[in-house]
């Protein structure tokens, strides 16, 4: 076959596997025409989802705005409703960002989950901190939880359907975390969210959240929290693995673990920000206030995954997947902490400026195999 016919051909074959769809803005995403599409491949099992950014959701970034309509049931905000975002000074809202996310959700008929109400994160100092640096007292701290909580969840009534109450209580000894919640309130502030997240919104979901559920002590500590949430008579619906991945972590035997003993306290559970850096690990601090500094040798993929590597990394994603269809029964939600490479956080985190590879889709939207093979067999 001469070169100008295979080349012809080549071209009639792309043309006749690939469906261009229009996605309302000035581009078009193309995805091939056998494509899954992973609401209904996963239809029956669990929702499955991503955390959405504000170009997303506004339609800046429109052809991942169209990926996530067409793919995705349920969808989590990456930092518009963390409480420095939404609150930022006391008494002052910054409601729009939120209000743009849901409203994105409720259009298209998805699972909202608003995250998050008590971290320690992205928390603005007033929150805790009077004007000496001191921390608040507990009845002040109290009421302007109270305030916040109530205030954001009557907002979205009706719209957000889950919240996560508490974001990484837990420190990796099974110890409650020291943060500035625990300090002035202890143990108690848990409960408190959980009671007035309820108050607020009795038919909203209520989880609590957490990184490294494969570690033995946490997953103690979590099933101590549920038990006692429980035994409080308090609404909890689900615990949320973040099931933030990397080539060498979780021990996915002990994350399969942990996965049980919270399903065995009755339970429900579910991925939340499930992603896996293909890039060396790098030590660091839990903080994710913390980045280390930019070393060459720790970015080494800048042009693309080589494919040993690739297979690795998808061979491992494939097994956490796994792991959360053989407990479908019980997986309320399997949820990307991202859309595509691109414009994953890991790029940034915990060493700024790397290429990393995390997510679903490539930086060109394309699906990977791992999920397109799932997809098709869960199918089937
Ligand atoms: C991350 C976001 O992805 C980043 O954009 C932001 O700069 C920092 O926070 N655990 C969580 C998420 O619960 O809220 C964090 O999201 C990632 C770790």
């Known amino acids: 076959m001469n070169t100008t016919k295979t080349i012809r051909m080549l071209a009639v074959t792309m043309l006749a596997g690939v469906a261009v769809v229009s996605c309302g803005g000035n581009h078009n995403v193309a995805h091939e025409d056998d494509e899954p599409v992973l609401k209904e491949a996963f239809a029956g099992k669990f929702l499955i989802g991503a955390a959405v950014n504000d170009n997303q959701v506004s339609g800046k970034d429109s052809i991942a705005a169209e990926l996530i309509r067409r793919h995705f049931n349920t969808i989590v905000a990456e930092n518009v409703m963390k409480s420095a975002e939404i609150n930022p000074q006391q008494g002052v809202y910054n409601w729009e960002p939120a209000d743009r996310f849901v409203e994105f959700g409720v259009e298209n008929g998805m699972f909202v989950v608003g995250h998050t109400l008590v971290w320690h994160s992205q928390l603005a100092p007033w929150f805790v901190y009077d004007d000496n640096g001191r921390y608040v007292s507990a009845d002040t701290l109290r009421e302007r939880m109270r305030t916040y909580i109530t205030d954001v969840v009557v907002r979205y009534k009706g719209r957000v359907n889950g919240w996560d109450v508490v974001n990484e209580v837990i420190d990796d000894d099974g110890g409650y975390r020291r943060t500035p919640f625990y300090e002035i309130l202890g143990e108690e502030y848990i409960p408190y969210a959980f009671e007035l997240a309820h108050a607020a919104d009795p038919d909203a979901q209520l989880y609590l959240n957490d990184y490294a559920m494969d570690n033995p002590a946490k997953r103690d500590a979590y099933v101590r929290i549920l038990n006692d949430l429980k035994k409080r ?87 956490m997947l796994d792991i959360a269809l053989r407990h479908s029964d019980d997986v309320l939600r399997v949820n990307a902490w991202g859309v595509s490479d691109g414009d994953s956080w890991k790029n940034d985190w915990p060493m700024k400026g790397r290429t990393d590879y995390p997510l679903l889709f490539d930086r060109h939207y394309k699906m990977k195999p791992f999920i397109r093979g799932a997809a098709k067999a869960a199918k089937n």
């Open 233 to 319: 008579g308090l609404r909890v619906d689900a615990i949320g693995m973040q099931s933030h991945a990397g080539m060498d972590y979780p021990n996915i035997a002990e994350y399969e673990k942990s996965m049980e003993a919270f399903i065995g306290t009755g339970t429900k559970v579910m991925m939340t920000e499930w992603d896996m850096s293909a890039l060396p690990s790098v030590t660091q601090s839990a903080n994710i206030a913390d980045t280390t500094a930019f070393r060459r040798e720790m970015n080494p993929y800048t042009d693309g995954l080589p494919a040993d590597v690739d297979s690795v990394w998808n061979a491992r994603m494939a097994t």
